[in-house]
Nanobody
Framework: QVQLVESGGGLVQAGGSLRVSCTASGRTLSLNDMAWFRQAPGKEREFVAGFEWLGVNTRYANSVKGRFTIAKVDANNTLCLQMNNLKPEDTAVYYC????????????WGQGTQVTVSS
């Protein structure tokens, strides 16, 4: 099937930058959309940024527009999220997700990587 593994999380000072990556393996050619979600303690998981239609369309949550940039690298097997001007409220576990053309919801998820932004 499809496996997603996140990496690159860590501790960063407010205003700083951090890049998280997601490496996909398995039947990756079947994937149509890939995205990043995040979940802060006590809060619902939310969409952050993602590619749709094999990367043709890029979407961002309003809270991260102008600060975060999503990109595919390594022959589309790696999904990166460049996070700039980080704020304490960006602190969360960041999850990589993917879905096939015929999936309604995101069907595949990574284990997440912790991003902590300090003041």
């Amino acid at each position: 099937q499809v496996q997603l593994v996140e990496s690159g999380g860590g501790l960063v000072q407010a205003g700083g930058s951090l890049r998280v990556s997601c490496t996909a393996s398995g039947r990756t050619l079947s994937l149509n959309d890939m995205a990043w979600f995040r979940q802060a303690p006590g809060k619902e998981r939310e969409f952050v940024a993602g590619f749709e239609w094999l990367g043709v369309n890029t979407r961002y949550a309003n809270s991260v527009k102008g600060r975060f940039t999503i990109a595919k690298v390594d022959a589309n097997n790696t999904l990166c999220l460049q996070m700039n001007n980080l704020k304490p409220e960006d602190t969360a576990v960041y999850y990589c997700a993917a879905r096939r053309l015929y999936d309604g919801n995101y069907a595949f998820w990574g284990q997440g990587t912790q991003v902590t932004v300090s003041s």
